[in-house]
């Protein structure tokens, strides 16, 4: 098991492999980078269920988000952005789990019901399939109704005895039906969570005590089915205590025979019987063989379908589930299923009525009960209906199948009722479960469809021998199909076998394939040709046929016949351009595989990937190039200034030089792999990597006609220590991720060495991060609050509120939390609460009387993507009624383009609604004038770094630049304040140049609450 395992881990399924697994089951797939949320999305697309790229884009979530609104039926809009959040989706990355969605879309204006499914890729991708359930979910809420109609009859059943329980055995959840007015005042719980674990309080209080242990033994769920299961019932006899007397009754336990979920659980009253002395002995037992036999005949009903009076869905699940248990057990009997659908049934239905189309369905149902008389039939859907041969039934399957298909030829003839069907075996080395079986199943059942459906001379039909000639193709079809899917790899030689008996079968001479890439190869005609069938013998073309895919690869089929051959008949025709219609299914599905390989390891733009960096691993190891490594994680420093400044044309440009110079200095005994974005991943020998950090740190690049630009990374890297085998690329992304996040977060590192003073470091966040939902819960966060004061009349002006974490006593440093906080979305749900604990103090000082002032509150820069932020800003604010101008949120400056477009419609929509805002650290970050010129501002906060000090000159770059920004701010209407005051030249630095807020330790630490408060009324600084 060991070894299988470390195969399985050293031969990762490709993304190729992975989604056109998908695509067998999902219309829709999305495949994710986790490292910057840019995705892909993949169509399937007609019969043949070709995987097709649709569409592409930056920001999956984003683009969620936007679409939600359009196309998520409403009733279900709120519970879809809820559950599907980033954190949610990418948590399958951490642990291996996958995430799955069940909501609606608008579809023709009607909502449909859709499933998503998220798996983890082999690497840093998330894997999304889409797939449409509606039908199935319908079929899902109509076995419900008729569960819910068992319940109901186990209601009615109650009328006749004290009580029946109605367990569900996989939860232990139960509801309880009480008809006697004694019982019923028990007090007994009447539904519950856990039937096991109120027994025993039921029993203890209303039972008799010399009985209670008894059966309290007799109700332990294990002792209970396992009885079950031995003797197909259990009952027993014990004393029910009603007041201040005691009466016998007798229990009778019985699960139904096609519920295997529920066990039903009947009270009945023996008092009498058992008290009079003379009543015959088994007058007890004679009531409890009639309770199990009403019960029994009620369950029947409820397992019936009314109509036909064959089995209903419900059952049909039933056995299912219990199928696929002992399949996964290997424990599962040989068996097969028939899958039916009624032919011309809505025909029959619209032209003759639905009293004509219920005759009309009987009659298919009697056809096939009358073929399979030995085996269960189940009704699963309007006209569809599934039979599953075991035993004997099994064994005479081929038999079975060939009566089947002589009825349908004769009802053919005569103008009844015909069936399409399809046979197929389960194969306990592939089918993993009934679906499997009954997929296959199913496409043959439509291809029969098709043929039953066609005209047949009557000649045809009439002759014998068509009944044995059908039965053959239908054999050679079902195992070319089978063939064709195999799971574990299409069976080439055997696909081929087939073909050439199928050709044989139909007089063919020769049949030929054409494979052509895209439109040029098929003009030239240098494509592809297969050729598995060839007598030797001149033909004609007789037939062609031709498929395009949606990536304009195609292929093309031709049949020839001998001019001295019997030609086609119009059947004969069909079946054979059904089979090249199949084959042609299979080569352009393979084909286009063979085409999504090609791309797996590389991605839209040509850099190799991260799954071509596990096979260069791999590679290395066997030519012993692993040994003396270092791995590093490096982003391209301000990207996004190239685009703008050069145009995006040229910044692709840029990189591509980038990332050839640093694979050119790599060499042959290195790798390198983009992950996505401006993010590169790399490998290389220790030497070697000496150059490269330089060039990392700092590399001239030329483009375009003489023109050149400096590019700068940030680092992480990790030398892998002599003696380690590195086998996958997970050996050490961790590490170079741990230490880029630092390179990243700290001014003046561009490149960080892994250490375990980092693993600490990383250990220490995680920490932070768990800690972190209970603190909030717990009311750990509280608001300091730091004065902002008037330089000229020392009056509080303002505050800023700064968050503490205070635990056990204890303050834990902003620093310590923050960082790591915004590194998910933590500081978002931090902000939004530090920002309710503000408005709440607010609230109580006005309350109060307290002449307040407003109070600004931090937002991170995380919280621009949130579409919804001003409502929810407002609607705190308003939840606490405090008047909007005491409110001032600080966000921080940006660079891109994207950001800076949603700081600005966060910003206008506060700005709309009177709450300030403030530009946070101005001029720590790339500040442009389009910052303050396109966004309405209230207030510019100049950071600490800007403020002059007493070494600088009058005429230094920080003295002017501080004067320059003060009078622009001042001339713009802005308010102005510059935070980080600790010295009196300071404040008068500030003075001269019109600054008439300060925020700093020259005045005020940031203080509690209880502290501000005597701020508050004091109202100045002397």
């Given at each position: ?25 999902y ?8 490292e ?42 709120a ?90 055995i ?112 088994d ?41 696929n ?86 009802h ?11 046979m ?28 039953i ?55 063919l ?28 013998k ?97 982003n ?8 703008q ?22 060499g ?8 996505g ?20 740190a700092?590399?001239t690049?030329?483009?375009?006609s ?169 609607g ?48 720590v ?98």
């Open positions: 098991m060991e070894m299988e395992e470390r195969k399985q881990q050293n031969n990762p399924i490709t993304f190729a492999e992975l989604a056109l697994a998908l695509a067998n089951d219309e829709c797939i999305y495949v994710i980078d986790s910057d949320d840019s995705y892909v999305e993949y169509v399937t697309a007609g019969a043949q269920k070709e995987l097709v790229k649709r569409d592409y884009g930056d920001n999956f979530y984003k683009a969620v988000l936007y679409n939600c609104r359009e196309q998520v039926y409403p009733e279900d809009q519970f879809f952005l809820e559950t599907f959040k980033k954190e949610n989706v990418t948590e399958v990355l951490k642990n291996g789990k996958s995430f799955s969605l069940n909501y609606r879309l608008v579809i023709d204006g009607k909502p449909t019901h859709y499933f998503l499914k998220t798996i983890r890729g082999t690497d840093q991708k998330v894997v999304i399939g889409v797939q449409n359930v509606d039908a199935q979910r319908r079929r899902e809420l109509i076995t419900n109704l008729e569960r819910q109609t068992y319940m109901h009859i186990s209601g009615a059943l109650a009328s006749r005895y004290e009580a029946i329980y109605y367990i569900d996989q939860n232990n959840a139960y509801t309880q039906y009480s008809a006697s007015d004694e019982y019923a005042k028990l007090g007994t719980t009447k539904q519950g969570a856990d039937f096991f674990v109120d027994a025993v309080g039921d029993c203890r209080k209303f039972l008799h005590p010399d009985d209670v242990e008894r059966v309290l033994r007799e109700l332990e769920k294990e002792r209970l089915i396992q009885h079950l299961n031995e003797n197909g019932n259990v009952t027993m006899t014990y004393r029910q205590l009603l007041g201040d007397r005691s009466q016998y009754v007798s229990m009778i336990v019985v699960r139904p025979k096609n519920d295997p979920n529920h066990i039903v659980m009947a009270v009945l009253n023996v008092d009498a019987q058992i008290r009079r002395q003379h009543a015959p002995e007058e007890a037992a004679h009531k409890e063989d009639e309770l199990v036999r009403t019960i029994g005949s009620a369950i029947e009903l409820v397992n019936k379908d009314a109509l036909t009076g064959v089995k209903n869905q419900q059952v049909y699940a039933d056995m299912e589930l219990q199928l248990g002992q399949i996964k057990a290997k424990t599962a009997e040989p068996f097969a299923l028939v899958v039916c659908d009624v032919n011309e049934m809505k025909q029959v239905n619209d032209a003759q009525g639905l009293g004509v189309g219920d005759a009309f369905l009987k009659s298919a149902c009697t056809m096939l009960c009358d073929t399979f008389k030995h085996s269960p039939v189940f009704r699963v859907d309007g006209d569809a209906f599934i039979v599953l041969l075991r035993g004997n039934d099994y064994e005479n399957r081929s038999k079975l199948n060939a009566e089947f298909a002589r009825k349908q030829v004769d053919k003839r005569n103008g009844l009722v015909t069936l399409a069907f399809g197929s075996d389960y194969d306990p080395e592939k089918d993993t479960c009934v679906r499997d079986v009954f997929t296959r199943a199913e496409n043959l059942m439509y291809g029969n469809k098709d043929w459906k066609g005209d047949l001379p009557q000649e045809t039909l009439e002759r014998h021998e068509l009944q044995n000639e059908f039965m053959r193709f239908y054999v050679l079809y079902e195992q070319l199909v089978s063939a064709m899917t195999e799971i574990s790899g299409a069976d080439v030689p055997r696909i081929e076998s087939l073909l050439i008996e199928i050709s044989a079968m139909f007089r001479s020769k049949a030929v394939t054409y494979i052509y890439r895209n439109p040029q190869e098929e003009k030239m005609g240098v494509g592809e040709t297969l050729c598995c069938y060839d007598t030797g001149e033909g004609k073309e007789i037939l062609s046929l031709r498929v395009v895919t949606k990536v304009m690869s195609s292929a093309r089929m031709v049949a020839y016949m001998a001019p001295d051959e019997i030609p086609l008949t119009e059947e004969e025709r069909w079946k054979v351009e059904l089979v090249m219609r199949t084959t042609l299914t299979f080569v352009t599905r393979n084909r286009l595989r063979d085409m999504i390989e090609e791309l797996t390891y590389n991605d839209e733009n040509g850099y190799p990937n991260f799954r071509s960096l596990a096979n260069y691993i791999v590679r290395a190891a066997i030519e012993g190039k692993n040994r003396d490594l270092v791995a590093f994680h490096y391209l420093r301000h990207f996004s200034l190239i685009n400044e050069f145009g995006r044309a040229e910044g692709d440009v840029i990189m591509r030089n980038h990332f050839e110079t640093i694979r050119k200095t790599i042959d005994w290195g790798y390198l792999v983009r992950l974005g401006d993010n590169f991943v790399g490998i290389c020998q220790r030497d070697i990597f000496e150059d490269v950090k330089s060039l990392l700092s590399a690049i030329s483009f375009g003489g023109n050149c630009v400096t590019v700068t990374s940030r680092t992480g890297a990790y030398a892998i220590p002599d003696g380690q085998m590195i086998q996958k690329p997970n050996d050490f992304m961790e590490q170079i991720i741990a230490a880029y996040r630092v390179a990243q977060s700290k001014e003046g590192e561009i490149l960080v060495y892994f250490n375990d003073a980092l693993l600490e470091k990383r250990e220490k966040s995680m920490k932070i991060q768990k800690m972190f939902p209970d603190a909030l819960q717990a009311g750990e966060f509280q608001p300091y609050y730091q004065p902002k004061v008037n330089v000229y009349t020392g009056e509080l002006d303002g505050a800023e509120a700064l968050c503490r974490w205070i635990r056990d006593g204890e303050i834990i440093p902003p620093g310590a939390f923050i960082p790591v906080l915004e590194q998910t979305s933590d500081i978002c749900k931090l902000d939004l609460y530090m920002l309710e604990r503000v408005c709440k103090d607010l609230r109580q000082w006005m309350d109060e009387g307290k002449k307040v002032v407003r109070v600004s509150v931090n937002f991170s820069r995380k919280n621009i993507m949130n579409p919804n932020l001003t409502e929810f800003i407002v705190i604010v308003d939840r606490y009624h405090v008047p909007h101008e005491y409110i001032e949120i600080e966000l921080t400056e940006t660079t891109t383009d994207v950001e800076f477009n949603d700081l600005k419609r966060i910003a206008c929509g506060l700005h709309d609604n009177g709450i300030y805002t403030a530009v946070d650290d101005f001029g970050g790339f500040s442009s004038l389009n910052l303050i010129r396109d966004i309405p501002w209230n207030v510019l906060k100049i950071d600490r770094s800007f403020l002059p000090g007493e070494e600088d000159k009058e005429n230094s770059v920080r003295n002017v630049m501080f004067k320059n920004v003060v009078t622009l701010a001042r001339q713009l209407g802005l308010e102005c304040i510059a935070e980080g005051v600790e010295t009196e030249f300071q404040m008068n630095v500030l003075r001269e140049n019109h600054c008439n807020l300060a925020q700093g330790y020259f005045y005020d630490r940031p203080l509690p609450v209880t502290e501000f408060e005597k701020r508050l009324d004091k109202g100045i600084y002397e």
